[in-house]
Structure formats: C-alpha cells, structure tokens
T-cell receptor
Framework: DSGVTQTPKHLITATGQRVTLRCSPR?????VYWYQQSLDQGLQFLIQ???????AKGNILERFSAQQFPDLHSELNLSSLELGDSALYFC???????????FGPGTRLTVL | DQQVKQNSPSLSVQEGRISILNCDYT??????FLWYKKYPAEGPTFLIS?????DKNEDGRFTVFLNKSAKHLSLHIVPSQPGDSAVYFC???????????????FGKGTKLSVKP
C-alpha cells in the first residue's frame, strides 16, 4: 500500500459526459501528479500540483482540468468525454525534495 | 517522439537466473532515473533509482546500471523469482526550478515472466 488513495476504482460513462476523479496523497506529500495510461502506452504525464498551485503541465487536453485543494487532495475533471479517453488514470505524490513518486491504485475509466 | 524507450516488450527468464531489463533515453537533460514495477490492477511501485552522478546503484537483488555516454540504463535482478513477474517501467526526470521535483517520463514497459 503506497498510501495514495484514488476513487472511484472503476467508472463507466457515456460519450459527452463529465467525470471527476479524486486523489488523496500520502500524508505529508505536497506534490500531486496525474498520469494517463492508455492501451499499449506507457504512463503519460498530464499535470502536477504543488501545495495547491499548478507546477507543470504535460500533454493534457483542454477538456481536462485539475485542482489541488487546501487539504492537498486533488481532483481531475474530464469533460466532453470521447471513446479515446478510456484509460487508466493514476495519481502519484511525492515529498518536496524527492524524485520518487508513489502511485495510487488508479481509476479505470471506460467511455461507451 | 519517445524520450525513454524500452525496446523489449517482454522477457522470459528461468527462476534463479539473471533478468536484465534495458532502457534507452534521448534527452541529455535527464539527471535522475527510476524503475517501477507494476502488477495487474495495481499502481506502479517504486523499485530503485539512480542519479546521473553515479553509474551503479544496488538494493538487494536489484542493481541499476547507468551508462551516460550511451544514454542507456539497465536493471539487473539476481536471482530472479516467480514473484518478480510483472511489468517493469523505466522512468526519467530532469531537475526543474533548481530542485528535485519534476514529472517523470516513462517508457512503455517490459513484461517480465519468471518461470519456475
């Protein structure tokens, strides 16, 4: 158990809908990262938050957004969903001075 | 354009023998490298890492070697055990903002099967 929690574990929805994925980082970790893993793809970095502020952005679509709240949990919002958004979405967290990121169990999103 | 490449999608090894997983990178700004292990239906688990100032790091059965001139790193598992069967991801990072935080760039993974 990495200490990072993600909810829900599975999510099935229809095209055009909007969903919210939630992540709670390990106790004491200020950084939260979101990654997407599609079929046959490695993990693709989406976005990073540090202590409530956006720190870095990767290949995140404009339809996707994220935020980190004062209690340090983070939410990833996916809107106008398309079939190609079906993937595993992982959240990771780290302490300020470490490269090592600790991953949650992921949310499997299926868009029908 | 893939900055981190794992050219072997799969590797099969006999229990007790050595497993060698390879990873190549293209970005010379990368200064920290990590290996993660992933079981089905779980998130990646951190395994071992190495800074670019070193060429070897060892942790029990796991050793990572870094060859900066070749932009190549490898993970050695000795001896291999059936419980090591998983997908192994190589990841790299570059220092940002003068500090150690930064997003990880992952390879596509190598599926290791260790046969009893």
């Amino acid at each position: 158990d990495s200490g990072v929690t993600q909810t829900p574990k599975h999510l099935i929805t229809a095209t055009g809908q909007r969903v919210t994925l939630r992540c709670s980082p390990r106790s004491g970790d200020l950084s939260v990262y979101w990654y997407q893993q599609s079929l046959d793809q490695g993990l693709q970095f989406l976005i990073q938050y540090y202590n409530g502020e956006e720190r870095a952005k990767g290949n995140i679509l404009e339809r996707f957004s994220a935020q980190q709240f004062p209690d340090l949990h983070s939410e990833l919002n996916l809107s106008s969903l398309e079939l190609g958004d079906s993937a595993l979405y992982f959240c990771a967290s780290s302490v300020a001075s470490s490269y090592e990121q600790f991953f949650g169990p992921g949310t499997r999103l299926t868009v029908l | 354009d893939q900055q981190v490449k794992q050219n072997s999608p799969s590797l099969s090894v006999q229990e007790g023998r050595i497993s060698i997983l390879n990873c190549d990178y293209t970005n010379s700004m990368f200064d920290y490298f990590l290996w993660y292990k992933k079981y089905p239906a779980e998130g990646p688990t951190f395994l071992i890492s190495i800074s670019s100032i070193k060429d070897k790091n060892e942790d029990g059965r796991f050793t990572v070697f870094l060859n900066k001139s070749a932009k190549h790193l490898s993970l050695h598992i000795v001896p291999s055990q059936p419980g090591d069967s998983a997908v192994y991801f190589c990841a790299a990072s570059a220092s940002l903002y003068g500090g150690s935080q930064g997003n990880l760039i992952f390879g596509k993974g190598t599926k290791l099967s260790v046969k009893p």
